[in-house]
């Protein structure tokens, strides 16, 4: 009997080695598969984000002015608008993963063609903002200095703008597919571009803010270029099935998800806007201005990051501000960061608590219907598109 009594433990000892062993290797294999999507989106944020830091950069070689102007415009207009059409953009991430899990493929082209029609609405909405952009912030109490030169660099970031809607969602719906490297390859193609040429035209051939602007815009769209001939030239063969009337269909439902995937990015980024606005109300706005958004610019470059295990990992994730930096002004700039930093924390607990109570298997429930109900069989799509053609 003592024999049988170690056997059976001898057993189950082995079984846990072996459980344990079979764990670590399905968690090493997990991991490298959020790495494969993982790792180009946070490549590829991390790229797009740096095109402004960089033009930031040149820009203050130009002047303390138009470093002010420039901080002030992308921290609080820009920033609005990325807000607004990145969130809302996030529904289209949520689709097409869910479609292209339920293997229904032709379901992510017109997603793609309804988010397009959703976003660029949206945008032209958010147009007022930077056509008015001058006295738009001297009402909200900016310097009148810096407000007028803002408004000129306003007037380049409407381009910059409309190329969210192509970036955004041509971004999610090639990450669906795990098709990832040729956003990264765009990104890096861009950015090396935006550095040479706003050298070039900002600093050597003294085109000022015209010279660096034109290089922002320009490294925007050109990975929207490639992102539109890499889907509509053959390298989505299986999701992109062309143009559709299909598009206009149930647009209702596709913005009240925008809206609601939105509402929590928004806020993350508008908190920086409000904090910039504050602080052009202090004496010496310029470099209150400047250093503050330069730092925030830097903070922003970490959150691409959790942006980018976001993509992968389609969960909510607890973001959290992994350096301070020192801003050398007075004291009340230092409650901003104080501010900032409690906004931080309260959004990190909120967080916790919604993901703890959320019931998550009512959400597969949820978006099993979601997916079943905007189902359109590829028969009528391709009926669809031969209509449209005619």
Not at 47 to 57: D, H, R
Not at 227 to 234: E, Y
Not at 266 to 289: D, F, P, R, S
Request: glycine fraction near 8%; charged fraction near 15%; hydrophobic fraction near 55%.
């Amino acid at each position: 009997m003592e024999g049988d009594i170690n056997q059976k433990l001898l057993a189950g000892t082995e079984n846990t080695v072996v459980e344990e062993v079979k764990f670590r290797e399905k968690l090493w294999t997990e991991t490298k598969k959020m790495w494969v999507v993982a790792g180009p989106a946070i490549f590829t944020r991390f790229s797009t984000f740096g095109v402004t830091v960089i033009s930031q950069a040149f820009v203050g070689h130009i002047g303390a002015t138009e470093l002010a102007a420039y901080s002030l415009c992308f921290t609080v207009l820009l920033r609005f608008g990325n807000g607004v059409l990145l969130g809302m953009a996030s529904a289209l991430e949520t689709l097409c993963g869910q479609a292209f899990g339920a293997k229904q493929y032709h379901m992510l082209g017109l997603y793609l063609q309804r988010s397009w029609l959703v976003l660029f609405m949206t945008a032209c909405c958010l147009l007022p903002l930077y056509i008015f952009a001058t006295p738009l912030l001297i009402a909200l109490g900016q310097d009148e200095k810096i407000a007028g030169v803002a408004g000129y660099i306003s007037q380049w970031f409407i381009f910059v703008v409309f190329s969210f809607i192509v970036s955004f969602t041509c971004q999610m719906f090639l990450q669906a597919q795990s098709k990832n490297m040729i956003i990264a390859y765009l990104a890096a193609f861009s950015i090396g571009i935006h550095i040479f040429l706003s050298w070039l035209l900002a600093m050597k051939l003294n085109f000022g803010l015209a010279g660096a602007m034109s290089s922002t815009v320009l490294a925007y769209w050109l990975p929207n270029i490639g992102q539109i001939l890499f889907v509509t030239c053959g390298g989505c063969k299986d999701t992109w099935k062309g143009f559709s009337m299909l598009a206009f269909k149930d647009l209702g439902p596709v913005v009240k998800l925008s809206l609601s995937s939105g509402a929590m990015l928004c806020l993350e980024l508008w908190y920086n806007t409000i904090l910039v606005l504050l602080t052009g109300n202090l004496k010496n706005a310029q470099v209150a201005i400047d250093a503050l958004a330069i730092c925030l610019n830097i903070n922003g470059w970490e959150m691409m990051i959790s942006l980018g295990f976001l993509a992968a990992a389609r969960k909510l994730l607890l973001k959290k501000y992994l350096f301070l930096f020192p801003l050398l002004l007075e004291s009340v700039l230092q409650g901003v960061w104080i501010g900032m930093l409690l906004g931080t924390l309260l959004q990190t607990v909120v967080l916790v608590v919604i993901t703890w109570k959320t019931d998550w298997d009512k959400q597969v429930i949820l978006a099993r219907t979601r997916v079943n109900k905007w189902f359109v069989p590829d028969s009528k799509e391709e009926s669809g598109n031969t209509e449209n053609g005619a």
